[in-house]
């Protein structure tokens, strides 16, 4: 029995960032990288499988990145986690979340799990997408913003409740394999402490490139992709004045901001 | 005249000799079984792990011999209780040493040498000189039992606030029966013995070797003249003597052998625990060594021998319990109770020929005999029971070691592990961005050295609620505008400063302080400096304690030494004198961790201000409850504060203007506990260096004025 949780590592943003010089990105010295948020959830319920199972469950993460990612896996190995596998070729820079959910289904085909998580979102790009993404190049059912999970390793279905808008639940009996992703709250993810990441710095971390996955260039990076970033940029803000000032005064000024609109002054 | 050799007690007199075999026998089965008793408990310390507490052997010895012939400890804050354990200690000793002396006699070195000693004036001194001893005993044994009975001390209540009333270990009811039962014993055997002693000069008072020197046992000739007034005559009292002989050797036989089960080992383990004192402990906690897997405390083996021993060392005086700030304020935390639960789990499980399974060994859990995790959590570590402890019980390095376990397990409020996060993330607690460090100097009318690109006299170290939070930031700009005037040579880490980690630690997350540790030591030890200040108590202790531990030596000073120094050098002058009624809240980390008790006095006097001391001051200082990573784990809503308990007993003092800190923390906290505890308009919260800029006489009007209106 085994799971496989994909996870990202995710880039937040310092105070006082700046946008690079091509417009495409923030500059990667404000940038601070860690785990994304849904991904702490996924590993926790994966590791809440195993550690309520009688049977052996192995728990693999797997991550699509450069080696800086590594930290990541790390504290997911530190957290429990069985092995670490950590897919990168410089080729797939530029990758957008379909494509990144195309290399993960083929580290799945190599891997056979029973189960696979992702989170419902990264904090960074937010798409969406690659844990759906990845159930469709596997041809495997899924559930997404999952908050709630009744599964028993080695059987063939599993329930989930997703969570709609409105404070609405939907429970659902899904097929197993499947590819869920998992929303926040649908646990209480444990704290990896330093000693254990430190730890964790003793295990292997596996890594594969493109070739070791039977892909091509053609396959990944910004070439693949169907959507690529045009412009990032900070949006003008603050429109709405508030006017104060007894109701005379307050109907002076906007008088005043009407003319001035109208270019009467 | 009678002959010298005749002025003695003759033992075993008017005995057959198959009942001195018999006393004999019962002598030697109470010892055997003392000593089986003696192997059970060194057996269950074995059972711990090793502690490099045996160095320094003499030093130590000497220190404990000290503390014992004082009683020094042990008077602290109950002089009575003091006065009268020293009676029985010291009238206890006497006696021991007496049958010790007969003892050498009777059974070495006359039936060996045909040597005695036991006779003539050397009898007759001793006589005197046990009586007075045992009249001591019974008069420290009867205080104690009034105070037990009547004064009804809260300290002695083992009701226990961290378990409800309907749990079977809830007020300990077998502890008050041992108690009584001790004081019960000890008194009767004390009494058996003089009217054995009176009895015995009844039925010989036809001896003249007896009976004409009787007042030098002035207790047991006293009872043997009202006795004999009675009508008791030489024969019945013969009798009586038989009986009573019996009975007296009997019980003290038996208290002999009891010593290693019952609370009467304290004798030797409260020695024991005070020869092994660490003057570090809580001040330098323990590091892990690199090889070592498993971190902290989570089954009873896991303790160290020492802290094994330091459990059977209590004695329940509940010192600890009436100083936890965390007990005061009703969080289900007493370090008595810490202690106490973990004896009777060692006892239960170490002391059994076989050790149980792991899985029996576990301390942590909601069982008869574990500690929960919100006692553990309810610790500030502010070192009130430690430094209280009169028999050097090191509860708060247990507490820790045990916390490391829980976090290790993420055993913790999720609020204190994003806190945790975001330290390891930005370097600091505050959730802030680490360029945000040194932000504040940007106010300043002038700019600070940066020590890392330049050598500087002084280095200071910042600390992050003196860095980010903007009440402190006042503080911090007056600091830096005082270190300026007095013409220090001084620079700032700037962003490379990290936490220093103190708190980290004493949360329990050792991996993380480790990392800060070592960052913070390669930062500083990259630079040029000579010496350290920093107006955080926190980072002081742990530079100056801990950071040695990890390879950092550095010279460190709190800001109140360092300002005290540099008006005692007239390089800052004083123009003002403040006629202000303030009192001082010694901060934990400054008072007790470090006795920094007098150089913040020492200057508010310089400052010309009325000090009012608050009736718990310098070593019993009461903590604000920020330590131990309290400041990042909310308090429950609905019970006091300790920052409100506090501030209450400040709001006593007539007149009271200003309540003086030193610490971030302190005015973080204080700024708060004033306002929830509606004494807004009455006092103000002021940090000394907000007191002292409002004094100090400066050369550039600006940063005069600047200071003003900061």
């Known amino acids: 029995m085994k799971i496989l949780v994909a996870v990202k590592e995710v880039a937040s943003l310092d105070d006082d960032f700046e946008i690079r010089d091509d417009h495409l990105d923030v500059d990667e010295d404000f940038l601070l990288y860690d785990l994304n948020e849904w991904d702490d959830y996924s590993l926790e319920e994966a590791m809440n499988i195993k550690e309520a199972s009688d049977s052996d469950v192995e728990v693999v993460v797997v991550s699509v990145g450069p080696d800086r990612v590594e930290e990541s896996l790390r504290k997911c190995l530190a957290k429990g986690a069985d092995r670490a596998i950590r897919v990168w070729s410089d080729e797939m820079e530029g990758s957008d979340s379909i494509t990144i959910g195309r290399v993960l289904a083929a580290v799945a085909e190599q891997e056979k799990p029973d189960m696979i998580f992702a989170g419902v979102q990264s904090s960074d790009d937010a798409n969406a997408s690659t844990g759906i993404s990845l159930s469709s190049y596997l041809n495997w059912p899924h559930a997404a913003v999952v908050a709630g999970l009744e599964y028993t390793p080695g059987s063939n279905k599993a329930v989930v409740t997703r969570e709609l808008e409105g404070g609405m639940a939907q429970e659902v009996e899904i097929s197993c394999p499947a590819v869920l992703t998992i929303q926040l709250g649908i646990n209480t993810p444990r704290y990896a402490s330093l000693r254990g990441i430190k730890q964790a710095a003793a295990k292997p971390i596996e890594e594969i490139s493109l070739s070791d996955l039977g892909l091509s260039a053609e396959d990944v990076g910004a070439y693949a992709s169907f959507a690529r970033v045009r412009r990032m940029y900070i949006p003008e803000k603050g429109m709405a004045t508030m006017i104060d000032g007894t109701p005379a005064e307050q109907a002076a000024k906007l008088a005043e901001i009407i003319k001035e609109y109208r270019g009467e002054l | ?710």
Not at chain 2, 217 to 224: D, F, K
Not at chain 2, 267 to 295: C, H, K, N, W, Y
């Open chain 2, 1 to 710: 005249m009678n002959e010298a050799q005749e002025i003695t007690r003759i033992l075993f007199q008017g005995f057959q000799t198959s009942s001195i075999y018999l006393f004999y026998a019962f002598g030697y089965s109470a010892i055997a079984v003392f000593l089986y008793g003696c192997y059970v408990q060194v057996r269950k310390y074995r059972r711990g792990q090793p502690d490099s507490a045996w160095g320094e052997f003499l030093a130590r010895f000497g220190d404990m011999v000290k503390t014992m012939l004082t009683h020094r400890t042990i008077k602290r804050r109950d002089k009575a209780a003091g006065k009268a354990h020293a009676a029985i200690f010291f009238g206890f000793v006497l006696l021991f040493l007496g049958t010790a002396t007969i003892t050498l006699e009777y059974d070495i070195t006359e039936p060996l040498f045909g040597f005695k000693f036991w006779y003539g004036d050397f009898y007759l001194w001793f006589s005197l000189v046990l009586d007075i001893a045992g009249t001591a005993v019974i008069a420290g044994v009867l205080y104690m039992m009034y105070r037990r009975k009547w004064l009804k001390l809260p300290k002695l209540d083992y009701k226990r606030p961290d378990r409800e009333p309907t749990d079977p270990d809830y007020d300990r009811s077998e502890y008050r029966r041992e108690d009584w039962a001790f004081l019960w014993g000890f008194i009767i055997i004390l009494i058996t013995g003089f009217l054995l002693e009176a009895s015995r000069l009844i039925w010989l008072m036809n001896d003249p070797t007896v009976w004409d020197y009787r007042w030098w046992s002035p207790v047991g000739a006293l009872i043997a003249n009202v006795l004999h007034g009675l009508g008791i005559g030489p024969e019945a009292a013969g009798h009586f003597r038989t009986g009573l002989w019996w009975f007296h050797g009997f019980i003290a036989l038996t208290f002999v052998a009891l010593i290693p089960f019952t609370k009467v080992k304290h004798i030797f383990t409260a020695s024991a625990s005070l020869m092994f004192r660490d003057p570090m402990a809580g001040r330098r906690l323990p590091m892990v060594p690199e090889d070592q897997e498993e971190i902290g405390v989570k089954t009873i083996t896991d303790l160290t021998w020492k802290n094994l021993l330091n459990l059977d060392a209590c004695t329940k005086c509940g010192r600890c319990h009436e100083a936890c700030p965390a007990n005061a304020v009703g969080a289900p935390l007493s370090p008595r109770d810490v202690i106490l639960s973990l004896r009777e789990f060692a006892n239960n499980t170490l002391q059994k020929k076989e050790l149980p399974d792991e899985a029996e060994l576990d301390v942590h859990g909601k069982d008869i005999g574990q500690v929960f995790m919100e006692t553990l959590w309810s610790c500030r570590t502010c070192l009130a029971c430690v430094e209280i402890c009169p028999v050097a019980v090191e509860h708060v390095p247990i507490i820790v070691q045990m916390r490391r376990k829980l976090v290790d397990e993420g055993n913790m409020e999720p609020i204190l592990q994003k806190t945790l996060q975001s330290v390891h993330k930005n370097g600091n607690s505050m959730g802030e961005s680490k360029r945000k460090r040194a932000k504040w100097t940007k106010d300043l009318p002038f700019t600070i050295k940066d020590a890392r690109k330049e050598p500087v006299d002084v280095m200071w170290f910042v600390g992050d609620y003196a860095s980010f939070d903007p009440r402190n930031q006042v503080v911090t700009k007056s600091f830096a505008k005082l270190m300026r005037q007095a013409g220090v040579d001084f620079g700032l880490l700037y962003e490379a400063e990290m936490n220093a980690g103190n708190d980290i630690r004493r949360v329990g997350e050792e991996g993380l302080y480790e990392f800060l540790a070592t960052s913070n030591i390669s930062t500083l030890e990259k630079c040029d400096f000579q010496s350290i200040v920093t107006t955080d108590p926190h980072s002081f202790n742990t530079i100056r304690n801990e950071y040695p531990d990890f390879g950092g030596e550095f010279e460190i000073n709190h800001y109140t030494t360092v300002i005290k120094q540099l008006l005692e050098q007239g390089k800052l002058k004083l123009n003002k004198q403040l006629d202000l009624t303030v009192t001082f809240h010694d901060p934990c980390h400054l008072g007790r961790y470090n006795k920094g008790y007098d150089a913040p006095r020492d200057i508010i006097k310089m400052l010309g201000c009325d000090l009012v001391e608050m009736a718990r001051n310098r070593d019993n200082s009461f903590c604000c409850g920020a330590g131990g990573g309290r400041i990042w784990i909310p308090d429950p809503v609905g019970i006091q504060k300790p920052s409100e308990n506090r501030i209450h007993e400040a709001g006593e003092i007539e007149d009271l203007d200003v309540f003086i800190v030193s610490c971030p923390k302190d005015l973080t906290m204080f700024e708060d506990a004033r306002k929830t505890a509606g004494y807004e308009g009455k006092f103000e919260v002021k940090e000394l260096i907000e007191l002292i800029t409002e004094c100090v006489e400066f050369d550039d009007e600006s940063v005069d004025e600047d200071a003003d209106a900061a």
